[in-house]
């Protein structure tokens, strides 16, 4: 047993929390890429993304940023189509139809939010199947939900993707989800449940209508927070011994020169010594994103041959 310290309440707890780095699992999967980018080659095959940026939210552009040099350090093509925000939804659509039958890319990326005055619905369905590298199109849902998945969501993926490389025990597990967005938390769900090597997990999802989350988290021998609230789970709310899984990245204004620093949606300092494990945040999901959406572009082009 020990004191943690680092919470204004002293609590006795007996853990040693492990720290569950996105790094090394996604240079892993970078270094195995690299070598299908190679093979590939010789067949003179250049894996190739589109990026669509509509208007100037700055995460948006920095995740295009991000994403870019990832696919350029590894020999594969990416180009971002920059729309400002007063694109109209007919010419956006134009745009994704000739990208469709162009087979210079075989991925179509979408940076969402999309302006107000668009059905991101309509655009997201305008995408073809075949190169919906996101995993949002009703039809690859379809796929996943039957557990015969094409293209899995990125970042769900990415989490199932640092459950294997810590090898933390899935299966016959209660697993809590926090939040339900088509993004993260129902593709979560689809994931864990199904009969997979990583899966075959019970699985509670809690959102805004969930009259006491801490019900349902305090059960949990694995926790996913994708909530997109700062803070939101607490070490009070968990039992020890808990694997924990942080999506959220929220910024939160301070006196810093930036003026930002960025957390998670779990109180990091209050579960450490509860927690048996927990992502970091940044450094823990965040660069698994991008590298699932490397592997989903590549194996797009794979799928094209």
């Avoid at 990415?158 to 993260?184: A, C, E, F, Q, W």
């Avoid at 998670?264 to 509860?274: A, R, T």
Wanted: with cysteine.
């Amino acid at each position: 047993m020990k004191w943690n310290q680092r919470n204004s309440d002293l609590l006795m707890v007996s853990v040693e929390t492990q720290i569950l780095k996105g790094k090394p699992v996604a240079d892993a999967i970078k270094a195995k890429l690299s070598h299908e980018v190679e093979v590939l080659a010789t067949q003179n095959i250049i894996p190739g993304l589109a990026a669509i940026l509509v208007g100037d939210d700055p995460a948006s552009q920095v995740y295009v940023r991000s994403k870019q040099k990832v696919f350029e350090k590894i020999n594969c093509y990416s180009e971002t189509f920059r729309l400002s925000a007063e694109t109209t939804e007919a010419k956006l659509l134009e745009l994704i139809s000739s990208l469709n039958v162009n087979p210079k890319f075989h991925g179509i990326l979408l940076q969402l939010p999309l302006p107000s005055y668009i059905d991101s619905q309509k655009v997201l369905l305008a995408i073809s199947p075949e190169k919906d590298v996101d995993g949002f199109h009703p039809i690859n849902v379809g796929y996943l939900l039957s557990g015969e998945p094409h293209f899995i969501p990125c970042t769900p993926n990415g989490v199932m993707k640092i459950l294997k490389h810590y090898d933390i025990p899935v299966s016959g597990k209660h697993t809590v989800i926090v939040g339900r967005s088509n993004i993260v938390g129902k593709p979560m769900f689809a994931l864990l449940v199904q009969k997979f090597e990583k899966g075959n997990a019970t699985v509670t999802i809690c959102h805004t209508g969930t009259p006491d989350i801490k019900v349902h988290t305090k059960q949990a021998d694995i926790i996913i927070a994708a909530a997109g609230i700062p803070n939101l789970i607490t070490g009070d709310m968990i039992s020890e011994g808990v694997d924990i899984i942080d999506v959220g990245i929220n910024r939160v204004n301070d006196d810093s020169e930036r003026g930002y620093h960025l957390t998670g949606d779990v109180n990091f300092d209050s579960v450490l010594g509860i927690a048996n494990s927990i992502t970091p945040v940044p450094g823990g999901v965040g660069p698994m994103t991008i590298t699932m959406l490397l592997s989903n572009t590549i194996q797009s082009a794979k799928n094209f041959i």
